[in-house]
């Protein structure tokens, strides 16, 4: 049968999209070129971080803090339809200063904060060392957000997989699609090696590959790899009670004692893989936040490609070829975001006027003049 909305992608995005749309009525079809959940999305460390993350600018923190609060209703609706536990909880995180400049920055962070009405904390060395005793007592105080919060990102894609599959979604995976078609100004399909499938509207969910799919009206580095290098191990008990950032890294602990620290920021294109200078990297960072790290083993490592964009914001919504979407180039937020990304996409659908934010994450912005 003929779907109402085609996807390409299946991270962490496109299963979002596809079960919102779903939910609207719509027939949807996933294309994956790969599994769901092969890129990205299942390499993300599922920190749920605006207050650390976007404090700079009002518009990111108030996008993500709505998205948190999004994830957070998206928990309890997958636990009760699917008795499925996601992860999310709201652990708070907490970020260290190690000299006086880094100080400074925090007590700049906490009033940027408050004058937007988020809670946080100034903690001083032993304040730190009380609340967490296995961080680096080097540390001269540290800013806690409470209301932040993390998510385990592949039981997050594999249980809204499932329920977009309930509500009628098909996924059709080692589908990659090799074109966009459009004619007369709006879109018809797309082309899988000689097949088309043919929809009257098509969301590009493609995170670092997004615009490198011939037909689409954009340069094709305007969504562009960054590469992130992880490491995991396992501490008894749990290391931390919160996400901890510091040193430019970060250490995210589960309740089961897993940790994950991260990341490398590599501009190295699609090359995949781990180097010695990247684990080096990682270990300083969570070594630098958690000297006890030292003695832990290294479990898992691995990396991945955050989509980046030019101007640090996710395009997201229509683009000036009718019936075209774009629901990508999230970058480190594309966790935190995922929900939010969804709402916003199928109010585009319904034809809701735009909001301030939805214009400010418009694909047109990037968009090339067609010829
Ligand atoms: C190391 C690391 C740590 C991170 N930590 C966090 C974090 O703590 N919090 C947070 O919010 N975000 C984090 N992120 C960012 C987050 O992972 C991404 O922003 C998000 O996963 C992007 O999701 P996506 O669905 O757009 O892309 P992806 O998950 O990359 O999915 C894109 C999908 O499209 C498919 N595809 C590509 N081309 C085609 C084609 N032509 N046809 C069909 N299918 C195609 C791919 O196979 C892939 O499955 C992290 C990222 C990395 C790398």
Not at 6 to 14: A, D, E, F, K
Not at 29 to 39: I, K
Not at 137 to 148: F, M, T
Not at 248 to 276: A, H, K, N
Request: aromatic share 6%.
């Amino acid at each position: 049968m003929r779907p109402d909305v085609i996807v390409v992608g299946g991270g962490l995005m496109g299963c979002s999209v596809a079960y919102r749309l779903a939910k609207d009525g719509a027939r949807v079809l996933v294309l994956e070129r790969s599994v769901p959940g092969a890129e990205a999305s299942s390499a993300a460390a599922g920190i749920l971080g605006p207050s650390v993350e976007s404090f700079e600018d009002a518009l990111a923190l108030q996008l993500g803090r709505r998205s948190r609060e999004l994830h957070a209703e998206l928990a309890d609706e997958l636990d009760e339809l699917f008795g499925v536990d996601v992860g999310f909880r709201r652990c708070g995180v907490v970020e260290l200063a190690f000299d006086e400049e880094e100080i400074a920055a925090l007590d700049a962070q906490a009033s940027t904060l408050r004058l937007h009405g988020v809670r946080c904390d100034r903690w001083s060395r032993e304040e730190l060392m009380e609340e967490e005793p296995a961080a680096n007592s080097d540390a001269l105080g540290a800013l806690c957000i409470p209301e932040d919060a993390q998510v385990e990102p592949k039981k997050l894609l594999s249980a809204v997989a499932l329920g977009a599959e309930h509500d009628g979604v098909t996924f059709q995976s080692g589908s990659t699609v090799r074109s966009v078609i459009v004619e007369g100004g709006r879109v018809r399909g797309v082309q899988l090696g000689d097949q088309v499938i043919e929809a009257d509207r098509l969301v590009v969910a493609a995170g670092s590959w997004t615009t490198l799919i011939p037909g689409l009206p954009f340069d094709s580095e305007t969504i562009f790899p960054v590469r992130g290098q992880m490491i995991a191990t396992e501490t008894r008990p749990p290391i931390f009670r919160r996400v901890v950032f510091g040193a430019g890294g970060y250490v995210v602990t589960r309740p089961d004692g897993r940790v994950l620290c991260g990341s490398t920021m590599e501009r190295v294109g699609f090359q995949r893989g781990i180097t010695f200078g990247g684990m080096a990297d990682v270990i300083r960072k969570a070594t630098r936040i958690a000297p006890g790290l030292r003695d832990a083993a290294i479990q898992e490592h691995w990396s991945s490609f955050r989509p980046g964009t030019p101007d640090g914001l996710p395009l997201v919504g229509e683009t000036r070829i009718e019936g075209l979407f774009l629901a990508s180039g999230h970058h480190r937020n594309g966790i935190l975001l995922a929900p939010l990304t969804a709402e916003l996409i199928a109010e585009a659908m319904a034809g809701k006027p735009g909001s301030r934010e939805s214009e400010a994450l418009s694909p047109k912005r990037f968009e090339e003049a067609q010829g």
